[in-house]
Each structure stands twice: as structure tokens, then as C-alpha cells.
């Protein structure tokens, strides 16, 4: 598949929108709840991807999985950890406080390849890296006092594993080993599938809950990955960061409109703190590099 620049930007909007709608259609399930929540999802995106991935890649994709060496098994279980984590989140806490922690991404992608392998970081990134813990504080800290901080600890398991893949990615590149991130979505979607199950045992879902949670994993996981894929080849990466940074802005909104989930105005703060933070760093290094 190849896109222009401007249908390529397009794509990356409607993929933003397939993945913001995780918040809400949780908030409609009947009866699954926790880990079971999260394998049924992990489930039917490996049914999808074992479909979507021959057609975007051939069946030789399969293959490349078998020979894809240390660094995709690292990276699918990175992203097993994304996938268990993201879900079981949403489950502890609030669609908001969940998306705006999950937000923190790039910078501490930024802080872990400085640890790893030693890329230095900007004195704008910095400042947004200061500016955005400043908002986390504030966020987190009254969330304490209220007794609601383990859902937020959960999610920030994703940025962070987020951070590690995208350093083992850059490691691997570097060290002539390319990482083709699709397969290992399907290898992180079949790790979270079976350190969830035995969790998950015995199943509570509904009929109801199963057609919701195999519509996350086909429309909200499987398209869109495969989908943002596609788009990084065409859009730099601050461009995909920014637009990335929607899937909050409509996670937020659905959340509120479809299941009545009101963000408190210590997260609106908090989360604009965070937002603005990345677009400041986004933007300035963007204009720099042009």
C-alpha cells in the first residue's frame, strides 16, 4: 500500500480514532472484567493479524517471524506487556488518566535510549520532559490522596514498555537487524493471549462482552496497527507523534459522550501540561530539522 503525504496523514487520523475507542467500549461491558478483558482482546487480534498480515505482507510474513532473531521476540514481548497493561488500566482507573499517562511515551522513550545507548536528549526536550512530570505530579498526587493510584501505576507500564521497544527497534537497526513491528504485534498480541489466560479462568463474559472485545481486537488493535505501519513510511516521526497524540484528545471525548465518564479537572490540568509539553518539543524540533 502506498499513500501520498496527505492521504497518509488522513489514514493516521482515522487510525487515532480506531484506537480511542478502547475507553468507551469497555465502560459497556457486561460481566468481563480485569485479565479476562484483556486475553479476549489479545485473542481476536491474533485472528485478525493472522488474516490482515498476509495481505499486507505476503505469507512469507510468517517466515520472518520464525527467523526474526532476539530482538522481535524482545519487542512482541514488550508489546504483550503494552496490551495487558493498557487494558487491565482501564479496568482500575479512568479512560483519561489512562490516555494522559500513556501520553508520557515520548519522552520516556526519550530518557530510556539516553540510559540504553546513549542518544542525547535536547535541551527542549528537557524542558518538556520537566514541564510534563510537573503535570504527572499534580495528577497522580491527588490521586493518592483519594486512594486511586494503582490503575495509574498500570498504565504507566505502557509508556514505559513502549520506550524499551522502540530502543531494542533502534538497537537492532543499528546493528544491521531490522525489527518489522507488525509481526511482532502479532507476537506480543499471542504472549498477552496466553499469560492471560489461566487469569482469566473461569470465563465470566457475556455473548454481549465477546462481540465488543472481538471488535477491539479487530478495529481497535489489529487495523490500526497494521495502518500506522503503513503511514510511518510516508510521515516523519514528529508527525507521527503529534497526530498520535489525538487518540487522547478522542478517547477523552467518546468516553465522556458515550459512557458518561466525566474527566475530573485535576487530569484536564495535569493532561494539558502533558499535551502542551509534546507539541512544544514536537513543534520546536520539527521546525529546527526543516
Known amino acids: 500500500m502506498k499513500l501520498t503525504h496527505t492521504k497518509a496523514v488522513f489514514v493516521m487520523v482515522a487510525v487515532t480514532m480506531m484506537w480511542s475507542i478502547a475507553g468507551v467500549v469497555t465502560r459497556h ?130 509508556p514505559i514498555a513502549g520506550g524499551i521497544n522502540w530502543t531494542i527497534t533502534q538497537r537492532s537497526h543499528a546493528q544491521g537487524q531490522g525489527v518489522d513491528l507488525v509481526p511482532a504485534v502479532l507476537v ?39 495502518l500506522a505501519v503503513v503511514c510511518a513510511r510516508v510521515l516523519k516521526a514528529p508527525e507521527m507523534s503529534l497526530l498520535a497524540l489525538l487518540e487522547v484528545v478522542f478517547g477523552i471525548l467518546l468516553a465522556w459522550i458515550g459512557a458518561g465518564e466525566v474527566p475530573r479537572p485535576t487530569v484536564l490540568t495535569g493532561g494539558a501540561l502533558v499535551i502542551g509539553a509534546l507539541v512544544m518539543n514536537e513543534l520546536i524540533g520539527w521546525r529546527r530539522r526543516a
Open 188 to 226: 506480543g498480541a499471542v504472549i498477552s493471549s496466553l499469560l492471560t489466560l489461566p487469569l482469566s479462568l473461569p470465563f465470566q463474559a457475556s455473548g454481549h462482552d465477546i462481540g465488543l472485545l472481538a471488535l477491539l481486537g479487530l478495529v481497535q488493535l489489529a487495523i490500526p496497527c497494521a
Open 29 to 158: 461491558l457486561e460481566q468481563a472484567r480485569s485479565f479476562e478483558v484483556t486475553f479476549w482482546r489479545s485473542f481476536f487480534t491474533v485472528l485478525s493479524l493472522l488474516v490482515i498480515l498476509p495481505f499486507f505482507q505476503g505469507r512469507e510474513v510468517f517466515g520472518r517471524i520464525r527467523h526474526g532473531g532476539w530482538a522481535l521476540w524482545l519487542s512482541g514481548l514488550c508489546w504483550a506487556v503494552m496490551f495487558t497493561a493498557f487494558m487491565v488500566a482501564l479496568t482500575l482507573t479512568s479512560v483519561a488518566n489512562t490516555l494522559v499517562t500513556m501520553a508520557l511515551g515520548p519522552l520516556l522513550t526519550a530518557l530510556i535510549a539516553r540510559a540504553a545507548i546513549g542518544h542525547r536528549i535536547a535541551p527542549r526536550t528537557w524542558a518538556a520532559i520537566a514541564i510534563a512530570g510537573v503535570g504527572i505530579a499534580y495528577m497522580y498526587g491527588v490521586q493518592i490522596e483519594a486512594g486511586r493510584f494503582a490503575g495509574t501505576l498500570v498504565a504507566l507500564c505502557v
